[in-house]
């Protein structure tokens, strides 16, 4: 599978790695084309970066089994995003981008619990 975008830094060869991946939809189902799809770790230093294919499909490298903020953007569906923890092996993770919703990490503060 082709991925848009550019590559994230290559994994230690010597280290373990794994990917997360899945599939970007709006809340109608539609598959979203060209939403920005961001690994970020704890200390917010960007990991991998890719856009979606037409069919909203991503594949993001992780360096080292742990959690990570994925972030999704795109200017027609809105944004999201969520922590994820990635073992040794592929992680699925597919996104709902609703529009106006708020994504976790500029959720106002009288929302949160």
């Known amino acids: 599978m082709c991925i848009r975008g550019s590559p994230g830094p290559a994994p230690d060869a010597d280290g373990p790695s794994s990917v997360v991946h899945g599939f970007v939809r709006a ?7 060209g939403a920005a799809v961001t690994l970020l770790s704890k200390g917010g230093r960007q990991l991998d970066r890719v856009t979606t294919l037409a069919d909203g499909s991503y594949i993001l490298t992780v360096p080292a089994p742990g959690t990570y903020l994925l972030a ?9 995003a969520r922590h994820v923890t990635v073992t040794d092996t592929p992680l699925t993770h597919d996104v709902e981008l609703t529009g106006g919703g708020v994504d976790a990490v500029n959720q106002p503060s009288a929302d949160r619990p």
């Open 27 to 33: 809340a109608t189902g539609d598959p979203v084309d």
């Open 72 to 80: 999704v953007t795109s200017p027609a569906h809105g944004s999201n």
